[in-house]
């Protein structure tokens, strides 16, 4: 899963807030406009005074009221649909990517050290992707070297047991000896399992 975007996170948050801040004044202005305009003012009158002669009927008399609150519902449903635009790249660049990293991040943590956090961008996700993969690749590395430590260990306490038992050692040292090496025995074992657990990804060795 890869996902590209540019931007700082910082930036793009701030260009997200101006955009809706700009449609938001661009509606308000328009709608106070037009309620304070002079021909509104002077059509109403004319209405008002044509109604009350008898000359027009009610609903034709407040005409222009209802076509400015049929373009106060459409100036609305624009905005909704910039703030829907908005939102729809809001979650594209912001809210998958970090999801991945979640997502990425939960597997790690379980054990599967393959998986990599693939974010190619310039802001504040992508360098947390490329921190959260370092540590993955130097995890991989110190688990790989302690995998090479039990290899070594483990060869250790078969050659040091075989010694014990050909050697002419006092019996009370030498069955205090074997049961430190069978400790040490069981130690490397156990993180032998644990290394087993893991999966890596390929890193030249």
């Known amino acids: ?44 009158t004319q209405n008002f005074t044509r109604l009350s002669n008898g000359e027009m009927q009610p609903d034709a008399a407040f005409q222009p009221i209802q076509t400015l609150r049929d373009k106060a519902v459409l100036t609305v449903a624009l905005f909704l649909v910039v703030v829907l635009i908005l939102l729809m790249m809001f979650i594209r660049n912001i809210t998958e990517p970090l999801q991945h990293m979640i997502e990425t991040s939960k597997l790690i943590a379980a054990g599967d050290l393959s998986q990599t956090v693939s974010i190619r961008a310039k802001n504040e996700l992508a360098d947390m992707g490329k921190t959260v993969n370092e540590l993955t690749s130097n995890l991989q590395e110190m688990i790989l070297l302690s995998k090479d430590l039990c290899a070594a260990v483990d060869q250790l306490t078969d ?14 040292k030498a069955e205090s000896l074997q049961g430190k090496m069978h400790r040490l025995n ?4 156990l993180m032998n399992n644990i290394i087993l657990h893991c999966r890596f990804y390929g890193m030249g060795r």
């Open 1 to 44: 899963m890869k996902i590209a975007y540019k931007g700082s996170l910082q930036r793009t948050m701030i260009i997200y807030f101006l955009m809706i801040s700009f449609a938001s004044f661009l509606i308000a202005a328009e709608f106070i406009y037009d309620i304070h305009s002079k021909e509104l003012r002077t059509r109403l």
């Open 159 to 172: 050659e040091v047991s075989d010694v014990l038992d050909s050697a002419g050692m006092d019996r009370g």
């Open 186 to 189: 069981s130690k490397t074992k």
